[in-house]
């Protein structure tokens, strides 16, 4: 699975999780040389606090292109601690 943005390849892996329909990418995987911290933030009731991240391309920016969970807070959202998830109306999946 690879996510692409402008056809940058952003994150690529086999080994992706998926939870509610979004692939999870292992944090490994992803090139964080494109990214740099939203200041968007949003709190989900089973896994936490979540983060955001911007991505930029060949200088034109993508605002809050991507989200993590830092810390998860039950069980259940553990395995995607970390983990990066694209949203599918702003990257290409592959």
């Known amino acids: 699975m690879k996510a692409i943005l402008n056809g940058v390849v952003l994150a690529e892996s086999n080994d992706?999780?998926?939870v509610e329909g979004n692939h999870y990418f292992p944090?490994?995987?992803v090139k964080k040389e494109y990214f740099t911290d939203s200041n968007t933030?949003?709190?989900c009731p089973w896994k936490?606090?979540?983060s955001f991240y911007d991505a930029t391309i060949d200088g034109k920016t993508v605002s809050d292109v991507a989200w993590?969970?830092?810390t998860t807070i039950t069980d259940r959202?553990?395995?995607i601690e970390n983990y990066?998830?694209?949203y599918k109306n702003k990257v290409?999946?592959?």
Do not use: H
């Open 16 to 18: 992706t999780k998926v």
């Open 27 to 29: 944090p490994e995987s």
């Open 41 to 43: 933030s949003y709190v």
């Open 48 to 50: 936490g606090d979540c």
């Open 68 to 70: 993590y969970y830092p």
């Open 77 to 79: 959202a553990k395995p």
């Open 84 to 86: 990066v998830a694209f």
């Open 92 to 94: 290409e999946f592959e």
